[in-house]
Nanobody
Framework: EVRLVESGGDSVQPGGSLTLSCVAS????????LSWVRQTPKKGLEWVASIYGYTGHTYYGDSVRGRFTISRDNAKNTVYLRMGSLKPDDSAVYYC??????????????????WGQGTQVIVSS
């Protein structure tokens, strides 16, 4: 059974930084593509970043490129999302999902079969 467990969500001030972690089990971690997706009541689901298993290539959404960094530690079965220069618009529940840059024509909710429980990030002064 694939299991993804996120942690690290917190309340931070604008301009601050935060690192999210996702520990995965039940999969061949080093070969697995993994992504972060976030959700807000206003915007719905938004793809944030992906990291590929075999190549380690990374990809970012336009709204976070240059501020967020996705990385992985295969020895710890963990993927990270380092978030910097945080803005109030980054406030969301962040989910770790199994998969990479899936078809953009498919709704985000249907692109990924495995999701974590989510971790809340609040950016506010």
């Amino acid at each position: 059974e694939v299991r993804l467990v996120e942690s690290g969500g917190d309340s931070v001030q604008p301009g601050g930084s935060l690192t999210l972690s996702c520990v995965a089990s039940g999969l061949a971690f080093s070969d697995s593509d993994l992504s972060w997706v976030r959700q807000t009541p206003k915007k719905g689901l938004e793809w944030v970043a992906s990291i590929y298993g075999y190549t380690g290539h990374t990809y970012y959404g336009d709204s976070v490129r240059g501020r967020f960094t996705i990385s992985r530690d295969n020895a710890k079965n963990t993927v990270y999302l380092r978030m910097g220069s945080l803005k109030p618009d980054d406030s969301a529940v962040y989910y770790c999902v199994k998969g990479g840059l899936e078809s953009p024509t498919v709704p985000i909710r249907d692109r990924y079969n495995y999701w974590g429980q989510g971790t809340q990030v609040i950016v506010s002064s």
